[in-house]
T-cell receptor, first 111, second 113 residues
Framework: EDKVVQSPLSLVVHEGDTVTLNCSYEVTNFRSLLWYKQEKKAPTFLFMLTSSGIEKKSGRLSSILDKKELSSILNITATQTGDSAIYLCAPPQGGSEKLVFGKGTKLTVNP | DAGVIQSPRHEVTEMGQEVTLRCKPISGHDYLFWYRQTMMRGLELLIYFNNNVPIDDSGMPEDRFSAKMPNASFSTLKIQPSEPRDSAVYFC???????????FGPGTRLTVL
């Protein structure tokens, strides 16, 4: 059965810290992996990763995929209180358009 | 460009009542997904459609739940009769097959008393 494990489940940091969020996956016929940010509303799309070793970057956020290790990381540098959210990773299920969501990492950034 | 639109944003009803949630996907998207999110179970896929046809409804909890997509710009999720354990946030999302990227609507927060 396809599954996604994210770690840590919860993280509390101070503004300015750098954080690394982890996502491990087991899916058949892997095609891509997506990261979403969810504040007090709907998940919003951050990145889609398809190739190993190629970093995707958006401002202070960056993400990279390691197909050999079946994992991905999301880095946030110089965190701000506005980064407080649940971060979800999700690869599509093999042969399907369904996304397999992890439980998420709840990030809290304190001033 | 408008994103995914859902209505109502909040719904409070009593046990046994029928509830209908509505969704308008992003124009041109050919996939539509219905999710339910609770603290206990996280984000669960209920059903998804491709070109208005239901593809996988294995996540629909029971016969009380039904979903339709009569055309490319509208879908409904119906719960009849509703129960307190159905209380959750229900999200609709849409995507283009070529992208795999799902875009979520703002959600409907359902409370069943």
């Amino acid at each position: 059965e396809d599954k996604v494990v994210q770690s840590p489940l919860s993280l509390v940091v101070h503004e300015g810290d750098t954080v690394t969020l982890n996502c491990s996956y087991e899916v058949t016929n892997f095609r891509s992996l997506l990261w979403y940010k969810q504040e007090k509303k709907a998940p919003t799309f951050l990145f889609m990763l398809t190739s190993s070793g190629i970093e995707k970057k958006s401002g202070r956020l960056s993400s990279i995929l390691d197909k050999k290790e079946l994992s991905s990381i999301l880095n946030i540098t110089a965190t701000q209180t506005g980064d407080s959210a649940i971060y979800l990773c999700a690869p599509p299920q093999g042969g399907s358009e369904k996304l397999v969501f992890g439980k998420g990492t709840k990030l809290t950034v304190n001033p | 460009d408008a994103g995914v639109i859902q209505s109502p944003r909040h719904e409070v009803t009593e046990m046994g009542q029928e509830v209908t949630l509505r969704c308008k996907p992003i124009s041109g998207h050919d996939y539509l997904f219905w999710y339910r999110q609770t603290m206990m179970r996280g984000l669960e896929l209920l059903i998804y459609f491709n070109n208005n046809v239901p593809i996988d409804d294995s996540g629909m909890p029971e016969d009380r739940f039904s979903a339709k997509m009569p055309n490319a710009s509208f879908s409904t999720l119906k719960i009849q009769p509703s129960e307190p354990r159905d209380s959750a946030v229900y999200f609709c999302a849409s995507s283009l097959k070529s992208s795999n990227t799902q875009y979520f609507g703002p959600g409907t927060r359902l409370t069943v008393l």
